[in-house]
């Protein structure tokens, strides 16, 4: 670093974002839209899934209208205007464009709400990040076996392609899963509507996500050249410690377990499986009898396929847990965030890291500086997109101080990271822009830096002390700005 930056650096307290760096929002669609049946829309897996076991969420609600943003995504864009960011992630829904699944069938009310959506956001100088799929699988396809079907491989490029001829013109920036880990591990254990298999079923649909995503990439080649976009994968990656002296190897084996086996065989100089985890599941299932190891190899051909299948890196990240060997006879696996049962590893939060009461936040924000590091470790300067951070109430206000402290704390992390270590961290993303449904937890996790009012027909929107926070840290690009005082309340 020069004189004068150091000098400049100083002058501003030392917690300015670099040049060009990018900060936005981000949504689902499943968790915002709402107009489940509207048009020609199909159900997706979670419609059904939530209509059939209100048991199973803690408010018995649905996502049948969310935040209505299906109707009110001019208020939306209004928000992301007000907040001054610079683009806005969003999925969209595969149901709701494509109502057979396939793409024999194209939905013209589906085309035409993210038409209008996507041209509202370039129109405000909000660039659109478009994820291609989070998590609202068309029924039919579901029940075709969803992620454990190789012929996934197949719809989900179909899929993809369609997007990119529909919305590639003005969409430069895609995510084709999030987060393979909830898609896959935490789902095959039972989580929401996932098929319960954490034998078999589980590193299947780990594998077909990976091919899918290196098909979509393929397809994109078609429309590189004249889109000139670019696309990546949306992982989730927390961090793991040890919990004590001694359990430095299993947190290792951990960390390329839960965060290699969706990255190393992308973002690897050699691509495959992390070795250590292949090595680990193809004895396991020799010792228990299998003819061919639960974590399939990849063919010579397939390793290629999926190398290099980026054009930056994105992850998720909301928080950290420690790791040690389960002991003999100690039961491992009960809670579907907690625990890796394939390497009989516990996992959990560190006490004295603050949680949020959601069950599995917790809120350690040097984690973030160190997950960046071991990535910048294991694959090399790529530039880093960081597409979802945030943390949860469940109790409404605008007085929502401990998400502020989160983010102020987890960006301070970021900077030392891009600062001092040296990742290219080009854009930050807040999960998220409101209240949403927040899957299997219903409406009573909040994520919003908006409040929305559920029991209001209008859905009505309000910043949260949070809002005013991000909204100050964009227009600066800076983290030298006041806690803001907000004085509305609910
Ligand atoms: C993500 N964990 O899920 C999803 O991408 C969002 O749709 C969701 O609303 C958001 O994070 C908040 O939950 C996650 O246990 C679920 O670390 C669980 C974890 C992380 C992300």
Redesign the pocket.
């Known amino acids: 670093m020069c004189l004068y930056s150091l000098l400049a650096g100083a002058a501003a307290g030392h917690h300015r974002f670099p040049d060009g760096f990018k900060f936005g929002v981000a949504t689902?669609a499943y968790?915002i839209e709402g107009s489940w049946n509207v048009s020609d829309k199909s159900p997706s897996m979670w419609d059904d899934w939530t209509q059939q076991n209100p048991h199973l969420i803690p408010d018995g609600s649905t996502a049948e209208v969310a935040c209505d943003s299906y109707n009110r995504w001019e208020e939306d864009i209004r928000m992301l205007k007000d907040l001054g960011v610079d683009y806005y992630r969003f999925s969209i829904s595969w149901p709701r464009l494509l109502p057979t699944g396939l793409p024999n069938q194209i939905s013209q009310d589906g085309v035409r709400y993210y038409n209008t959506l996507i041209n509202a956001l370039l129109q405000n100088g909000i660039q659109p990040y478009v994820t291609i799929y989070?998590?609202d699988m068309p029924r039919r396809i579901y029940n075709m076996g969803g992620w454990q079907n190789p012929l996934m491989i197949t719809w989900f490029g179909d899929l993809a392609r369609v997007m990119f001829s529909l919305f590639g013109d003005r969409v430069k920036t895609w995510l084709t899963i999030?987060?393979p880990l909830?898609v896959c591990d935490?789902s095959s254990q039972g989580w929401g509507p996932g098929k319960k298999d954490t034998e078999i079923g589980l590193h299947l649909c780990t594998r077909h996500v990976l091919l899918a995503h290196a098909r979509a990439y393929e397809i994109y080649g078609e429309f590189r050249e004249q889109q000139k976009g670019r696309l990546s994968i949306a992982n989730?990656f927390?961090w793991y410690e040890p919990e004590g002296p001694g359990d430095e190897e299993i947190t290792e084996l951990v960390l390329q377990y839960m965060n290699g086996r969706h990255a190393h065989p992308i973002f690897s100089k050699e691509g495959g499986w992390p070795p250590a985890v292949e090595r680990h599941v193809a004895k396991s299932s020799r010792d228990a009898g299998y003819g061919l190891s639960r974590l399939p190899p990849f063919s010579e051909e397939e390793i290629e396929y999926i190398r290099g299948s980026f054009d930056f890196l994105a992850f998720?990240h909301?928080?950290s847990q420690t790791v040690r060997a389960a002991r003999p006879g100690e039961p491992v696996g009960g809670d579907a965030?907690f625990d890796v049962p394939e390497l009989r590893a516990r996992t959990q939060g560190r006490p004295g890291w603050p949680a949020a009461e959601n069950g599995?936040?917790y809120v350690y924000p040097e984690g973030l500086r160190k997950i960046l590091g071991w990535l910048k470790q294991n694959y090399g300067d790529i530039d880093i997109i960081i597409t979802?951070n945030?943390y949860?109430t469940s109790v409404r206000s605008l007085q929502d101080d401990d998400r502020l402290h989160y983010y102020r704390e987890y960006l301070k992390q970021l900077l030392l990271a891009i600062e001092e270590d040296g990742v290219n961290v080009v854009a930050y993303t807040a999960?998220?822009l409101m209240d949403?449904f927040?899957?299997t937890d219903g409406y009573t996790?909040k994520?919003g830096i908006y409040d929305v009012d559920f029991s209001d027909p209008e859905r009505r929107r309000r910043p949260k002390k949070s809002a005013l926070f991000y909204r100050e840290v964009i227009r600066t690009r800076s983290l030298d700005v006041p806690d803001p005082h907000i004085k509305d309340e609910l």
Request: cysteine-free; hydrophobic content about 40%.
């Open positions: 689902a968790q989070h998590w999030n987060e909830l935490v989730q927390m998720n909301y928080t965030f599995w936040l979802e945030g949860s999960w998220s949403n927040e899957w996790s994520f």
